[in-house]
């Protein structure tokens, strides 16, 4: 079955970006000029989800309004003719269809994901978490959705992390397969230490999942840190055969990609897709050596 739903779990408090998130989702953060969360949602489109189902929490009113028209001031920027800000405006209106649930209790990813069973019922569809934001120059999506139509089963991206920083991640452990960019997920630990982790390569946040992880969510306990974990389903279905929903696969990703929940790697990300753009990127360029020899080492 063709793959068409996609779900954006955006129920986060955000802390780490107080005090900005106090009042404002943090999916709300703009990189460059626009909101993180529309990047994921055009990612998300661009590989064929025209359905997206954003998981939310109180306070995430804003995220429903920047999907919708905004008529006055569509009206006032026609008034003024001003057509590139007006195209800039509705071009989130019609992005998608795309509808939302509330989480109630934030017990974790893996309930998030739960929480969309209904919307979703029994199709394979994509999960894409906010906080990482893949490069649009570097598109893994489609090339996921094709290989869980090769191989069944669910499709997780990996990429190659420092050791150091492997603690920050689900670690998978994998085998070859016939296919250079992917690879036979055998087991799943969320956040391992250093020491207990089976590779270096991280869990980034773009799954294609079988509907058959709905029930293991249903039964799997609380895991790391108290919270229904993702990653712990994922290991579950691994050992599961692909006749019952079973079987995970790993898409190798080595494209830019940053963890926008991150401070430091928010700005990064600000930075570089600037760098990027016609209208900033020359005038950034020329900008970053002069200040930063002016700061000094
Ligand atoms: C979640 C997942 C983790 C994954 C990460 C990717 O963790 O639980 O397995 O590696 O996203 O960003 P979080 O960063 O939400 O704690």
Redo the contacts with the bound molecule.
């Keep these: 079955m063709r793959v068409s739903k996609a779900v954006i779990p955006a129920a ?1 408090l955000g802390t780490r970006f107080l005090p900005a998130t106090k009042a404002t989702p943090k999916e709300m953060l703009p990189i460059v000029d626009k909101p993180s969360i529309q990047y994921v949602v055009e990612e998300a489109v661009g590989a064929g989800l025209d359905d997206i189902l954003v998981i939310t929490g109180r306070s995430k009113r804003p995220l429903e309004d920047h999907f919708d028209r905004n008529v006055e001031l569509e009206a006032a920027l026609e008034a003024k003719g001003d057509q590139d800000r007006l195209d800039l405006v509705a071009a989130s209106n019609d992005l998608a269809n795309i509808h939302y649930v509330r989480q109630g209790d934030p017990l ?2 893996g309930h998030a994901v739960l929480v969309a069973e209904r919307h979703v019922g029994n199709e394979p569809f994509a999960v894409l ?1 906010g ?2 934001l893949i490069d649009p120059r570097d598109p893994v999506l489609a090339r996921m959705i094709a290989v869980r139509e090769q191989r069944g089963g669910s499709v997780l991206c990996l990429m190659e992390v420092p050791s150091d920083q492997i603690s ?4 998978a452990a994998v085998q070859p397969t016939d296919t250079h960019d992917v690879l036979a997920v055998t087991d ?1 630990i ?2 391992p230490a250093v020491e207990e982790a089976p590779s270096n390569l ?4 773009r799954y294609v999942l079988d509907p058959a992880v709905f029930a293991v969510l249903a039964r799997t306990r609380p895991g ?2 108290g919270e229904i ?3 712990d389903a994922l290991r579950e279905l691994a050992r599961m055969p692909v006749a019952e929903g079973g079987g995970v696969s790993g898409v190798l990703f080595d494209g830019r990609r940053y ?1 926008t ?1 991150d401070r430091l790697s928010y700005l990064q990300a600000n930075i570089l897709l600037a760098l990027d753009r016609d209208d900033l990127g020359p005038a950034l360029r020329a900008w970053l050596p002069t200040v930063l020899d002016s700061e000094g080492p």
Excluded: N, S
Excluded at 168 to 171: F, V
Excluded at 202 to 205: E, K, L, N, S, Y
């Design positions: 986060g974790g990813l978490l906080d990482d920050l991640y689900g670690c799943l969320e956040k991280a869990v980034i946040g790391r840190g974990q993702l990653t963890d929940g």
